[in-house]
């Protein structure tokens, strides 16, 4: 039986952008995580788990350790959720609340603007495990 090859328009997109998608790195859940985020489109249908580990670091401030993602969804969708764990890794909480969709398009070397709200969905992830953890953090008081 022939196999049938999905076809990906890789001219849509920065040879970053496809290297990524080829090779995403922090691929993956965190089984101990202390923060999860999810979010999805409706209108796409994409969507994205994103796993944190905080710790404090030997400023006592409390870093973002380890970090995987888990997405089902398009070329930029994977691309941008890898970017975002590459961008956080190592960073302060309060860093990593200062991420925005343009710092992830910019290290991508750009994104078809049609693929922009893809880059939403990655920062809305990293926010939604930050809140996450922070919630659990409260509830343990
Ligand atoms: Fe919806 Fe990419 S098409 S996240």
Redesign the pocket.
Known sequence: MKKIKPKICSALYTPKVMEIFKNPHNYGRIKNANGIGKVG?P??G?VMWLYIKVAKNKKNQEIIKDVKFETF??V??IATSSIITDLVKGKTILQALKIEKSDIIKKLGGLPSL?Y??SV?AVDALRDAIKNYEDSKKSKK
């Open positions: 489109n209108v796409c994409d969804g398009c930029a969708a693929k709200h893809c969905l």
